[in-house]
């Protein structure tokens, strides 16, 4: 536990969580059980979309190479039709844009290559995006994305505009675009006011806004919200990326229609987005994301979704940010809870503990362990204080 001790409470609360995980099966394979006729077929494998108004076509799913280790799993993919690449100059210390690049070579033709690149000076910007460049083994990058940015002021930074500018006039990227996991309505809202960048990556699942069935209602139609928000970037020419598709990814067993792929289909139902990078780090992953493209959510696939969300609604954060600015000890409470994922549901244990300790002490959970009562109001009922509690037990 990385140098922690754990004492008999905290051993305690480790065995609650995993008899609660245990406790869990039965819903997910119930969910599985409906996952047979989760989704029909539609437009057939393979669908393609446009990308906002940037002139490129791109696969409903894509490959999210973040925590993939072995380029041929990469090239299984683009070579079955996930000819859109997302991957950045800081995941897995720069060895994943390397990775990347071998899994491209000879194909990087053929694929809508993202990475992404933070805000900094405007010759700093510019030297990270030609060591991408090399790390990738590329002339250009095709979508060249501001890291993890949360406001409208971030938007419109001098620096960061300045520095892309002269990147598209050197033909060293084509499309400039920009990626959040907070503030995301205010930072999809601002992209469109300001019309510089052409894209938005977004978290966006099925646990979004004020769960399943309104999500899904303000999606298709008005409203506020993130679903609403991604609609309208869409129609107004944004092209929207999906990122965190299948709520954590927590592991099920397998399935002719899986949760996973049923939760796809649920985030291609909103027509404002036009593509999805979900994680893919085996072949038999590709094989079940691709399994969902060109298809859509049948009654099976909502009851499946039902299902899974109960499995995993105690211990998977929405990433909606409504609880920011609320912890009076300055706890970072979606961030923290984004690391658990990681740790619990991707399986990272060195990328979970890399995404807490970014946090920080200030902004890290370790006052939950002495805090008398949480003032922190979950959306989705989550009980915030335990999981930041285990988060700071588990990765401090």
């Not at 995006?129 to 406001?151: A, P, R, W, Y």
């Amino acid at each position: 536990m990385s140098g922690t001790t754990i004492d008999r409470r905290d051993a305690l609360k480790l065995l609650v969580a995993a008899a609660a995980a245990i406790a869990a099966r039965p819903a997910v394979r119930a969910a599985e059980s409906h996952a047979s006729d989760a989704a029909s077929p539609a437009a057939g494998a393979g669908e393609k979309r446009p990308l906002g108004k940037t002139g490129i076509t791109v696969p409903t799913i894509g490959v999210g190479a973040m925590i993939t280790r072995e380029a041929e799993i990469i090239r299984y993919a683009v070579d079955r039709g996930a000819t859109y690449v997302d991957t950045a100059d800081c995941y897995m210390g720069g060895e994943n844009e390397r990775i990347v690049g071998r899994a491209l070579k000879g194909v990087r033709n053929k694929v809508v290559l993202a990475s992404k690149v933070h805000i900094a000076p405007v010759d700093q910007m510019i030297r990270s995006v030609e060591n991408s460049l090399k790390s990738l083994d590329t002339d250009v990058i095709d979508i060249m994305q501001l890291h993890g940015i949360g406001s409208e002021g971030e938007v419109t930074d001098g620096n960061a505009r300045e520095a892309l500018r002269k990147l598209m006039d050197q033909g060293k990227i084509r499309v400039p675009g920009v990626t959040t996991h907070s503030g995301q309505e205010t930072v999809l809202r601002a992209v469109m006011k300001h019309g510089f960048y052409k894209t938005v990556a977004v978290a966006y699942n099925f646990r979004s806004d004020e769960g399943l069935k309104a999500a899904l209602r303000k999606a298709l139609t008005g409203g506020t919200g993130l679903s609403a928000a991604i609609r309208d970037a869409g129609a107004a020419g944004i092209g929207v990326i999906a990122m965190k598709t299948q709520a954590g990814g927590y592991p099920v067993e397998g399935g002719k229609l899986s949760p996973h792929q049923a939760a796809l289909a649920w985030v291609l139902e909103n027509p404002g987005v036009a593509t999805t990078i979900p994680s893919m780090v085996s072949f038999a992953q590709v094989d079940e994301n691709l399994s969902a493209s060109g298809k859509r959510l049948g009654w099976g696939g909502k009851k499946a979704l039902e299902l899974y969300s109960r499995a995993i609604g105690d211990r998977h954060c929405g990433l909606c940010g409504q609880c920011a600015g609320f912890c009076p000890s300055g706890v970072d409470v979606q961030g923290v809870l984004r690391s658990l994922t990681y740790y619990e549901g991707y399986g990272q244990e060195d990328l979970a503990r890399q995404s807490y300790r970014m946090l920080g002490s200030e902004r890290g959970a370790s006052s939950c362990a002495t805090c008398g009562s949480c003032a922190v109001a979950c959306r989705l009922g989550l009980n915030v204080r335990s999981l930041a509690g285990r988060a700071h037990v588990l990765l401090a």
